[in-house]
């Protein structure tokens, strides 16, 4: 397989870097910015972008990956064997802790906004309800609600409060939304990678944590979402 | 909806994302040689043989480019006998993913004497976007033909 015609006279055309000369990397004189703000925001920057994905392949680039992926221990996980499945989890941090979630459960990651209080709540975890692009879903304290210790997280996350998120996660029955200091984004991992929970994790309540995944040099705790969900459940009744 | 976008020719195409098991980059494939059209080998796929199908050469009778734009969508396929299969598609530029409604696609109103894996189409700033219906994507017989051979290994 080779490059049409057609894709070879589109290589050849230079990149013009408009974000150089009139955008915010020059003088800011496009009449577009005023639209878009940032040129990362604007359809010319992101065709750019999108071409150097057209270029050719490197030597050597297809037989790289067919050896890659020919062997199971890099080539990542098929749904072929149940009991080495791919799974894949959304890893945030709630303070000093990693934890991580089933991606799937995920609705909505967003800016954190004002949590309305609600009146006569008493419940610690029940912290009031949110606006999600009109909908109002009532937002909890995943620290409070499995118990995690927040002290040392408050210190570490004024540094970091540009990373703050809040998260709309649920199912059919109902949706919650927390917190979290910082989400790092979707992890895959196959099922035989998880670990059972050390003993030494006693500031996450085993209740909720359901497995340990070793990732970089951390330690990600793996929330049960069921048993967090019916809790959270239980904590608005 | 999530879907994933990839190009045919200049025309903008989309599967749903819940039918993609992954993505791959192009990679070298194992010829396969009396194939019918369009299937232009198979790739090892974490030790399982999967076919690799050229969208362009079924479409449009040219192959895909050879750039890093160009990679393999892995689809679970289903088989007459009801089982899943996996499906390598060679497509262009499939960079892209779009979350849209299901009720966006609208029917193109040119049912009759199109391919049969062709679906409804959705319209944004740049155009139409058109459905592919995987389960469509082969004629009968050289899903049988395909699969036969990938199970007999």
Not at chain 2, 11 to 18: C, E, H, M
Not at chain 2, 45 to 62: A, E, F, H, M, S
Not at chain 2, 71 to 81: E, F, H, K, N
Request: proline residues 6%; charged residues 25%; neutral net charge.
């Amino acid at each position: 397989m080779t490059g049409t015609g057609a894709d070879e006279t589109r290589l050849d055309q230079p990149i013009d870097a408009c974000w150089r000369r009139i955008g915010v990397s020059g003088d800011r004189s496009c009449p577009k910015l005023a639209e878009h703000l940032h040129c990362r925001n604007c359809p010319v920057h992101e065709a750019a972008a999108r071409r150097l994905l057209d270029r050719p392949l490197p030597a050597e680039y297809r037989e790289e990956w067919a050896r890659h992926y020919a062997n199971p221990e890099t080539g990542g996980s098929g749904t072929g064997d149940a009991e080495d499945a791919l799974q894949t989890v959304v890893v945030f941090r709630l303070g000093d802790e990693w934890l991580a979630l089933p991606t799937a459960i995920f609705e909505e990651i967003a800016e954190p906004r004002p949590i309305r209080s609600l009146p006569h709540r008493r419940n610690k975890a029940i912290l009031g309800i949110v606006n999600v692009r009109g909908e109002l879903i009532v937002c909890a304290s995943l620290a409070a609600l499995i118990g995690i210790d927040e002290q040392g997280a408050t210190e570490r996350s004024a540094r970091a409060n540009g990373f703050r998120r809040l998260v709309v996660i649920g199912h059919d029955q109902g949706r919650m939304a927390f917190i979290v200091d910082e989400v790092h984004g979707i992890l895959r991992h196959r099922r035989s990678e998880l670990r059972p929970v050390p003993a030494t994790i006693g500031k996450t309540p085993s209740a909720f944590s359901i497995a340990a995944l070793p990732w970089k040099d951390q330690t990600v705790g793996c929330l049960d979402e069921a048993r967090l969900l019916a809790a959270f459940d239980r904590s608005l009744a | 909806m999530l879907f994933l976008m990839f190009s045919l020719g200049t025309d903008r195409y989309v599967l749903d994302a819940g039918e993609v098991e992954a993505i791959l980059p192009l990679m070298a494939t194992k010829a396969l040689p009396g194939a019918p059209r369009g299937v232009v080998g198979a790739i090892n796929y974490r030790g399982r043989p999967v076919p690799l199908i050229d969208l362009n050469v079924l479409t449009l009778g040219r192959p895909a480019a050879a750039v890093l734009s160009t990679r393999i969508i892995l689809v679970r396929y289903p088989a007459a006998d009801g089982d899943i299969h996996l499906l390598g598609l060679i497509a262009e530029r499939a960079t892209e993913t779009i979350e849209r409604a299901a009720s966006d696609f609208v029917a193109s109103g040119v049912e009759a004497g199109i391919p049969a894996y062709l679906g409804p189409v959705a319209s944004d700033a740049r155009g139409l976007i058109q459905r592919v219906r995987t389960e469509r994507l082969l004629p009968a017989d050289i899903r049988d033909i395909l699969f036969r051979r990938a199970e007999t290994d």
